[in-house]
Every structure is written in C-alpha cells, then in structure tokens.
C-alpha cells in the first residue's frame, strides 16, 4: 500500500508569493494517477490538478503540478486571496485499485 | 452537468450501522470507466477514501475499513450506497460521495453530509 507524505504541513505565505508544495510517495507512483485537490472551509475539495501536470477544467494557469517516480510538486505561481487554502495530492494504485490521499500542505496568510 | 447529493441519517448510536445513500443525477451510474465511491473526513482532518464500486459491479475497499463496510449500486435508481458497520466515535466525519476516474482524479464531488456517532 503507498503512503503519500505532503510537506509542509504549513505554509505562511502572502498574497502574490510564490508557493511550492510537495508530495512524496513511498514507492513510485505513475504520473497518469497522481492529483492534486484545493479545500477550503465548510466546502468539498475541489479538483486541480490530474495526470501531475494537466490542470482540470477552469483551473487558472497559475496553478501547474509537475514530478514523477515518487516525488511530485504543485506550484502556484501567485498566491491571490483565494488561493489560502489547503491542498491534498491523491494517488490510484492500479493493483488493486486503491484511492490514497495524502495528508495536506495548509497555506495560510503570512 | 453531473451532480450528485449524499442523503442518510445524521446521527448513528456507538455499534450499529452507518447507512448512506448517494443520489447521481446528469449522468448515467452504468456509464463506463468510472467508479463511484465514498471519500470521508473527521472534523479538522483530512480526507480517507473508503471504497469504490467500479461500473462493472466490482468493489474495493480501504484496508482499514474493509471488514466493516459494503458499497452497493442500484441502477434503476441511479444510486449507490455506502454501509458501515459497529461504529464508534471515530467513523463521526463528513462523508462525501464522488466520482472517481483513474488517470483523471476526483472531479464530481457531493457536498458532503456529517454523520456524528453518539449515543
């Protein structure tokens, strides 16, 4: 079974920063089932990134994903107001079947 | 536009069972290539997949959780649902029900019902 670490746990950034977030697996994990997820409060996590690159539908290009094997980063490239949130990346291992989520990067107002 | 709306008892009493029904509407259950699952998430946690039933009928679950639950499908209702057996306090979360695709992520979600297990 892969396990998905995220780091950091927490990110203080301010709005027009940069943010890097990382996700790392405990055995390689193809590019095609690794996601990347946005939630904020009291709301269902919404999809951003499938594939580790290829951003879902209405996705601002300022988000990109990128990695492979067991390491893979979610990039926004300026933080706006409504980007503080938190993240979680997913993996789909293929046998068997199996949905993993990772445990979050908060990204938080410096 | 695919929506789906997660419905069953909000409060579950300590050793019985967790009863859950996702609603899809906007879309077919039997269309191809697509799981249906249930996604939970305990209050200020994050998110656990707990299982999945794929088109063809066949299930798969979290190990952590595969001795209690059972994910079925009606197709004439357009439904799936989710059991989850002998509770305790820490099955209280929100559970979501979604759409799962492989090589495409989650991206229908329900919007989430709190189910708090309390006697």
């Known amino acids: 079974e892969i396990v998905l670490t995220q780091s950091p746990g927490t990110l203080s950034l301010s709005p027009g920063e940069r943010a890097t977030l990382s996700c790392r697996a405990s055995q390689s994990v193809s590019s095609s089932y690794l996601a990347w997820y946005q939630q904020k409060p009291g709301q269902a996590p919404r999809l951003l990134i499938y594939g580790a690159s290829s951003r879902a539908t209405g996705i601002p290009d300022r988000f990109s994903g990128s990695g492979s094997g067991t390491d893979f980063t979610l990039t926004i490239s300026r933080l706006e107001p409504e980007d503080f949130a938190v993240y979680y990346c997913q993996q789909y291992g293929s046998s068997p079947p199996l949905f993993t989520f990772g445990p979050g990067t908060k990204v938080d107002i410096k | 536009q695919l929506q789906l709306q997660e419905s069953g008892p909000g409060l579950v009493k300590p050793s019985e069972t967790l009863s859950l029904t996702c609603t899809v509407s906007g879309g077919s259950i039997s269309s191809s290539s697509y799981y249906w699952g249930w996604i939970r998430q305990p209050p200020g946690k994050g998110l656990e997949w707990i299982g999945s039933?794929?088109?063809?009928?066949?299930?798969y679950y979290n190990p952590s959780l595969k001795s209690r639950v059972t994910i079925s499908v009606d197709t004439s209702k357009n439904q799936f649902s989710l059991k989850l057996s002998s509770v305790t306090a820490a099955d209280t979360a929100v559970y979501y029900c979604a759409r799962l695709v492989a090589a495409a992520g989650v991206a229908a979600w329900g919007q989430g019902t709190l189910v708090t297990v309390s006697s």
């Open positions: 039933i794929y088109y063809s009928g066949s299930t």
